[in-house]
């Protein structure tokens, strides 16, 4: 079964807006990481946070880590049409080194 | 620098047959992994391979599905023979982790770089 699970599993908002996506796992992790994919395309690396961190930002990205509940969230602000595709965490156990994903978040910006 | 280069891009084939899948990693890249996505979900894991050894396998359908890193370069992934469920889009990614890393218990996790897959259909 998949660690990560995202939500919600689709999102909708209008362009200039913040888009906020949670992740929830199950067992415990070395690191957990958010990917993009755009329609018919491979994944593309947004961020890593690792177990011991709690907050990360890049550019318009915030990502939280809440190992306690278990939980991240990925933050988008001030969104663009460009940021539409589909959203997926990947969890890395503490002692094997394969990527666990989720089944995404599928965020639409309006422009 | 290149990026993980996957081919083919499509291919359609008929139930039963064979088909087989080639990945080039980004030069260094000690791990090589094989995902398969299905529409609609997130992408599973079917192999990782740690230069040219296996490190997990565990949800490859070994009945039907083989991969190899002869060289602990590129790889191939092959179906034989195909269902109908292989239907998907089949991801090799590369990321930089090293043997040394490994043996040394750090383990480094560090980020997966994607190709842009290959879609197989299997009528």
């Known amino acids: 079964s998949q660690q990560g699970e995202e939500d919600p599993q689709a999102l909708s908002i209008q362009e200039g807006e913040n888009a906020t996506m949670n992740c929830s796992y199950k067992t415990s992790i070395n690191n957990l990481q958010w990917y993009r994919q755009n329609s018919g395309r491979g994944l593309v690396h947004l961020i890593l946070i690792r177990s011991n961190e709690r907050e990360k930002h890049s550019g318009r990205l915030r990502v939280t880590l809440d190992t306690s509940k278990k939980s991240s969230s990925l933050l988008i602000t001030a969104s663009r049409a460009a940021d539409t595709a589909s959203y997926f965490c990947a969890t890395a156990s503490s002692y094997g080194q394969n990527f666990v994903f989720g089944p995404g978040t599928r965020l639409s910006v309006l422009p | 620098e290149a990026g993980v280069a996957q081919s083919p891009r499509y291919k359609i084939i008929e139930k039963r047959q064979s088909v087989a899948f080639w990945c080039n990693p980004i030069?260094?890249?000690?791990?090589l992994y094989w995902y398969q996505q299905i529409l609609g979900q997130g992408p599973k894991l079917l192999i990782q391979?740690?230069?040219?050894?296996?490190?997990?396998d565990s949800q490859l359908p070994k009945d039907r599905f083989s991969a190899e890193r002869l060289k602990g370069v590129d790889s191939t992934l092959k179906i034989q023979p195909a269902k109908l469920e292989d239907s998907a889009v089949y991801l090799c990614?590369?990321?930089?982790?090293?043997?040394?890393?490994?043996?040394?218990?750090?383990?480094?996790?560090?980020?997966?770089?994607f190709g842009q897959g290959t879609r197989l259909t299997v009528v």
């Open positions: 990614a590369s990321s930089l982790n090293s043997l040394q890393g490994l043996l040394g218990g750090g383990l480094k996790n560090t980020e997966a770089f």
């Open positions: 391979f740690q230069n040219n050894g296996v490190v997990d």
């Open positions: 030069s260094g890249h000690a791990t």
